[in-house]
């Protein structure tokens, strides 16, 4: 295995170090109080079958055994739960850590990964590492220690045996290594089986409409049971690894526990050895190879958390987009001129903005039209501070006649002064008013209402039967299209944003709501800055300023009645609609 991984493991549990020693301690302490219990059984036995003495004399030596019993137990007990503090700290620690690099790479990388396999990664992937800090890590250690402790003391007591403990110690993990080598390959395997598949059922999950419509539920069905059969049989694969070695670790323990047992019988035998030392001797020879075993036994658990581990740290490497992120403070208390000075974007080998130039007004509507391709969807992104443009730079008026490179301004900062609806909003599981406050501290009630009546959908929320505390389900289900789009718009309206972005804000709405919500934006003018990216001619007619875009370049710009008057792109795109209706 490359060397970062294992690093990337261990860099994990380094802010729990401390207590994944302590977790060590208590369970090295555990195996040498067994160490006293192996005594004074050995103690009892003795006197009781061979020096005749009577029970109650030896009363002393079985309290003192129930005592280390129940010291023993605490200790384990304590052990297990602390390895598991530790476990779900580091877990805690790592998905806190991915969600803010997937955060940081932003919509463009996302929308190229599949979200079924992001998800295996964050919650399966990290749940793989469990079993390597809780149960490896330790019996790692254990396996050092408890064995040293254990020979020194068999190795005053009978060489022969200690002899044998040894020279039969080093096999197992050795084994343990040799056969683990083919596990690592079949847990890559397993892993990548996984994330294949999950992302395969989430789409289809996704798109079961579009399945049944287009009559193909039939054949997803069947490559899902195809990749869910190839999981199987690598997850088997997998198994049959991990049961080969313990089988080879269980096989390797019990004959040198047998070995241990037939020399201390000759000993026994031809008088070389006293019973007492011979029992003793006897009862630490599992406990000596126990933490070996348990070992080999979660030598899995660390081949599943590299190969999580892999994929985790692919991800953590991959190099981060430059977005909205400087030092400048940024919280302008009106709104605020912006502009564009020839910006490029290219996706690959296609060209998105060719040297594009806008500018925006303090208080101003403006409006984005233009063809699919014409660079809209791509400008909005690169406002939105999610991407760099790859030349050019926007810049941010604040104060007024004082112009800022919007990379320069805190992340933060420029997120709170802005607000974005999508044609297609996302809503969360969750209450009506958790969705309408969402990233907001806390928000009154009145407020909630007011951001509600100017998104014209304070009727329908009035009408639900437990008003903003009705639950949504996931992205808006139980809700229509057109409610889902004037939550959204109520949503903008409450963070009282000084720019507004919309992507079509009337869409999936009747003509009566389209009026309504239109007449809302109108009242917001002057208040705020806002820019429309408009599929629907009708929907700018009220705007103070257009931009035509076409290939990536602002080809006109003006109002409604001086482009429709000219012979131009939007005029015709006009007409289009026209004859369209």
């Excluded at 877990?91 to 599949?114: I, M």
């Excluded at 992001?118 to 019996?139: K, N």
């Excluded at 909630?448 to 289900?477: M, W």
Aim: charge should be positive.
């Amino acid at each position: 295995m490359a060397e970062p991984v294992p690093a990337f493991l261990r860099e994990q549990g380094r802010a729990s170090r401390g207590l994944l020693r302590l977790a060590i301690l208590l369970g090295s302490l555990a195996g040498v109080l067994w160490i006293g219990q192996a005594w004074l059984l050995a103690e009892v036995v003795q006197g009781l079958l061979f020096d005749g003495r009577p029970l109650a004399g030896l009363l002393p030596l079985l309290w003192a055994m129930a005592a280390l019993f129940l010291l023993r137990a605490v200790l384990v007990y304590g052990s297990e739960r602390v390895s598991f503090a530790v476990a779900a700290r580091v877990k805690q620690r790592l998905r806190t850590r991915l969600l803010d690099k997937l955060n940081r790479l932003g919509p463009l990388y996302l929308s190229a990964r599949h979200s079924g396999e992001l998800t295996t990664l964050t919650v399966d992937g990290v749940e793989a590492l469990e079993g390597y800090f809780a149960r490896y890590l330790p019996a790692m250690s254990l396996a050092v220690w408890i064995p040293l402790a254990i020979l020194a003391f068999v190795l005053p007591v009978n060489g022969r045996s200690a002899l044998v403990m040894i020279v039969t110690a080093p096999l197992i993990p050795f084994f343990m290594v040799l056969i683990g080598r083919g596990t690592e390959r079949l847990n890559q395997q397993q892993w990548q089986k996984l994330s294949r598949l999950s992302a395969h059922f989430l789409d289809a999950l996704q798109g079961l409409t579009t399945l049944k419509l287009f009559n193909a539920s039939r054949r997803e069905a069947r490559l899902m049971a195809r990749l869910s059969e190839e999981y199987r049989q690598a997850t088997m694969r997998v198994l049959r690894v991990a049961f080969l070695s313990s089988l080879a670790l269980e096989f390797l323990a019990t004959v040198s526990i047998a070995m241990v047992a037939v020399l201390l019988g000759f000993g026994l035998l031809f008088g070389q050895v006293e019973f007492r030392s011979a029992f003793f001797v006897l009862l630490l020879a599992p406990e000596f190879y126990l933490p070996l075993r348990s070992l080999g036994t979660h030598y899995h658990a660390r081949m599943e958390a590299v190969a999580a581990a892999e994929k985790m740290l692919d991800l953590l490497q991959q190099p981060e987009p430059e977005t909205v992120g400087g030092q400048r403070s940024f919280r302008p208390e009106a709104s605020f001129g912006l502009r564009a000075r020839r910006l490029h974007f290219r996706y690959g080998e296609r060209s998105a903005l060719d040297g594009l130039d806008f500018e925006l007004k303090a208080g101003e509507r403006l409006a984005l039209v233009g063809p699919s391709g014409s660079g809209k969807s791509t400008l909005v992104q690169l406002l939105l501070g999610f991407m760099p443009p790859d030349q050019g730079r926007i810049e941010v008026e604040y104060p007024p006649g004082e112009w800022a490179d919007l990379r320069d301004l805190k992340r933060a900062d420029w997120h709170r002064q802005i607000a974005w609806v999508p044609q297609q909003p996302r809503l969360f599981a969750g209450s009506l008013a958790e969705n309408l406050a969402l990233g907001l501290d806390s928000v009154s009630e009145q407020a909630l209402y007011d951001a509600l009546e100017q998104a014209h959908a304070l009727d329908f929320v009035e009408a639900l039967p437990q008003g903003l505390d009705t639950p949504v389900g996931e992205g808006g289900h139980g809700l229509s299209g057109g409610q889902r789009q004037r939550l959204a718009l109520a949503r903008a309206f409450l963070r009282q944003a000084r720019l507004l972005i919309f992507d079509e804000p009337t869409a999936h709405l009747d003509r009566y709501s389209q009026r309504a919500v239109s007449e809302a934006l109108d009242r917001l003018a002057g208040h705020c800055s806002q820019i429309l990216v408009a599929h629907r001619l009708s929907t700018v007619r009220r705007c103070d300023r257009i931009l035509v875009l076409d290939q990536g370049r602002v080809v006109e710009q003006g109002r409604h009645d001086e482009l429709a008057a000219r012979e131009g792109l939007y005029r015709r795109m006009l007409r289009a609609a026209e004859a369209g209706a």
